[in-house]
């Protein structure tokens, strides 16, 4: 089961939307409304950020939303704050015996 | 409030065995999968495997079959990660995750803490 395909780097300004893309198979991303993000500040663990595609647990921002569209799911920031600044990977359920597989990570940086 | 501790840091040496935990605390830990993520340094995170602590069901990461073992004790609320001979690519983070509930929580939705291996001659 090979890794998801993220960008290696999304940066933006203060207040500007950025766009990290997911790039999957039909056997998970777009077999699946199981796509999940999660955030990584450095030295911390992963923390859920939206779950099944676009739903948001409570206590994330509104400013963070998820879409997908075929084999390719995306997480949107928009209103991006320093806060933000972080390492973001994504994850789908699988077909495969993984069962789960995550993307490559994108590192958003806050110019 | 739901908690997932995981043990403390270890330097092993290659051959060495290694067990580490993960507990869980404020839900009911017999109901929910627990998956273990490796992060080896400066890079991303890697699913190894999941367990079900009900009933001990395991599945395991191709990359991972073998080469660790998964494990559950219930009566103490708490996941293991074991390695029966270790080596210096062993060397990582390693989280603890809980699955969300039921069949289609497929997401991970609280995060142990994190250990550190260091595996070095």
């Known amino acids: 089961q090979s890794a998801l395909t993220q960008p290696a780097s999304v940066s933006g300004s203060p207040g500007q939307s950025i766009t990290i893309s997911c790039t999957g198979t039909?056997?998970?991303?777009?077999?699946?409304?199981?796509v999940s993000w999660y955030q990584q500040h450095p030295g911390k663990a992963p923390k859920l950020m939206i779950y099944?595609?676009?739903n948001r647990p409570s206590g994330v921002s509104n400013r963070f939303s998820g879409s997908k569209s075929g084999n390719t799911a995306s997480l949107t920031i928009s209103g991006l704050q320093a806060e933000d600044e972080a390492d973001y990977y994504c994850s789908s359920y699988t077909s495969s015996s993984t069962p789960y597989v995550f993307g490559t990570g994108t590192k958003v940086t806050v110019l | 409030e739901v908690q997932l501790v995981q043990s403390g840091a270890e330097v092993k040496k290659p051959g060495e065995s290694l067990k580490i935990s993960c507990k869980g605390s404020?839900?009911?830990?017999?109901?929910?999968?627990i998956g273990w993520v490796r992060q080896m340094p400066g890079k991303g995170l890697e699913w190894m495997g999941i367990i079900y602590p009900g009933d001990s069901d395991t599945r395991y990461s191709p990359s991972f079959q073998g080469q660790v073992t998964i494990s559950a004790d219930k009566s103490i609320s708490t996941a293991y990660l074991q390695w029966s001979s270790l080596k210096a690519s062993d060397t990582a983070m390693y989280y603890c995750?809980?699955?969300?509930?039921?069949?289609?929580?497929?997401?991970?939705?609280?995060w142990g803490q994190g250990t550190l291996v260091t595996v070095s001659s």
């Open positions: 404020g839900y009911s830990f017999t109901s929910y999968w």
């Open positions: 039909s056997s998970d991303v777009g077999g699946y409304n199981y």
């Open positions: 099944d595609v676009s």
């Open positions: 995750a809980r699955k969300g509930i039921a069949a289609a929580g497929n997401y991970f939705d609280y």
